[in-house]
């Protein structure tokens, strides 16, 4: 009788556990966008007050998704996506970790973007030694948020403007995708979600992925198969790596 009542309550106990909701999100690999033509019917990168030039090959910035602030994760799928090689199980502070509702965490990953986008612009300018009351950048990127793709950006403006510059393409046609935020000065920084932002990148046809530097070890855990990495710190290595593997020369690796 005392087994049968011990279990019995252990069963109830893992009932609770199995419908309680956890504080935990799963996220997935999300979109990705080449900033060098147009995502949801705009151009994401539109330059005006210099030539611009058409170039051949793709840079694609990379986005993760997650279950919404508001959704209930409970112990099957935080069990199931621990052990998946498509889906990660991160704490929910750390996913959304200002807001408490969805109009809340949306203005703050708004706001972000917006400052990402203003240091990409000024990251961009600065390397080509133009000054903003000479050319007029504006980004679009609808319906993404946050700063990690900042990096992307300032190497689209990069690529429209001067390409490898010696008059080919920085990306020497390839598809290239990457993540990273950028301050004005061209320092890169570290993001969230590079394992699963690879595999958007591999989905999407990219070969050459650009890692925050600090980043190595998680881009190299699960990697695709067919996807170089290239780390870099500042937009002068990302360029610099660029150039490398368009011209057929050994560029940094992780």
């Known amino acids: 009788m005392w087994l049968a009542a011990c279990a019995l309550l252990v069963v109830a106990l893992l009932a609770v556990a199995a419908l309680a909701p956890l504080p935990y999100s799963v996220t997935r690999p999300g979109l990705t966008a080449d900033v060098l033509g147009e995502h ?3 151009p994401v990168i539109t330059i005006t007050g210099a030539e611009v030039r058409d170039p051949a ?6 986005t993760i998704t997650a279950t919404s602030p508001d959704a209930t994760v409970r112990l099957p799928e935080v069990v199931t996506g621990w052990f998946a090689g498509d889906r990660a199980v991160m704490p929910r502070d750390s996913v959304y970790p200002v807001g408490d509702n969805r109009e809340e965490i949306q203005e703050h990953n708004e706001g972000q973007m917006r400052a990402s986008q203003h240091a990409a ?3 961009a300018l600065d390397y080509l030694g133009l000054e903003a009351d000479e050319v007029t950048v504006e980004l679009s990127l609808a319906d993404v948020g946050g700063p990690s793709a900042g990096l992307l950006l300032s190497l689209g403006i990069v690529d429209l403007l001067h390409g490898d510059g010696a008059g080919g393409d920085l990306t020497g046609g390839l598809t290239v995708a990457g993540t990273g935020t950028i301050e004005p000065d061209g320092t890169v920084g ?3 979600g590079v394992p699963l932002k690879t595999q958007a990148a591999r989905r999407d046809g990219a070969t050459v992925f650009l890692v925050p530097r600090a980043e190595c070890g998680d881009a ?4 695709p198969e067919g996807l170089t990495l290239l780390p870099v710190t500042t937009l002068d290595d990302a360029v610099g790596g660029l150039r490398a593997l368009a011209a057929g020369e050994q560029a940094p690796s992780c």
């Open 40 to 42: 949801d019917g705009e």
């Open 57 to 62: 090959g793709e840079l694609r910035m990379t």
């Open 121 to 123: 612009v000024a990251a």
């Open 190 to 192: 570290s993001v969230g």
């Open 220 to 223: 190299s855990a699960n990697l």
